[in-house]
């Protein structure tokens, strides 16, 4: 398969991961997520990404999860310049900066109960730029996103 430009990139949170666990169709989002890590044109295996807290929590979860969560994301290891803040403005200022190379579009994936913190979060909120660059979906409509950009 060839590599493909993807129009946005993605940051995985530790709650939909959960949630995709559950999921029924979980290996299919899973191939798919792959695919748009793996086949990125930009960043081929690091064109998603998830903190490598959640990361760790993740793997400590379930076992035998690592290298599935390994091939749709890159654990990313927590800047410094963001300690101080809580977990929501972490994520949210590191896909800020993220916004700033190509594509310049950002998807975070979460679930429905973390997506309204996201959206009413201060560093979300300061600029209608950060809403033009960053989107917050979950649930749903966060997997017809993914059918989106890998319609495989």
């Known amino acids: 398969m060839t590599s493909t430009k993807f129009q946005v990139r993605l ?13 029924p169709k979980k290996v299919d989002y899973f191939e798919k997520i792959t695919r748009i890590h793996t086949k990125s044109l930009d960043y081929p295996f690091l064109h998603n990404h ?6 760790l929590e993740l793997s400590k979860f379930k076992k035998n999860i ?7 994301c890159h654990p990313i290891q927590i800047p410094l310049a963001l ?4 977990e929501i403005s972490k994520v949210v200022k590191y896909c800020i900066n993220l916004a700033t190379k190509k594509p310049y579009k950002i998807l975070i994936l979460t679930n429905k109960e973390k997506e309204p913190k ?3 979060n201060e560093h979300y909120t300061e ?4 809403k033009d660059a ?19």
Request: charge should be negative; aromatic fraction near 12%.
């Open 11 to 23: 940051f995985l949170d530790k709650y939909f991961i959960y949630d995709l666990l559950k999921h």
């Open 50 to 55: 998830i903190f490598d807290s959640d990361f």
């Open 66 to 72: 690592s290298g599935a969560i390994l091939g749709i």
């Open 83 to 86: 300690n101080g803040h809580d």
């Open 118 to 120: 996201y959206e009413n």
């Open 127 to 130: 600029d209608e730029s950060v």
């Open 134 to 152: 960053i989107s917050v979906v979950s649930g749903d409509l966060a997997l017809e996103m993914i059918n989106l950009i890998s319609p495989i």
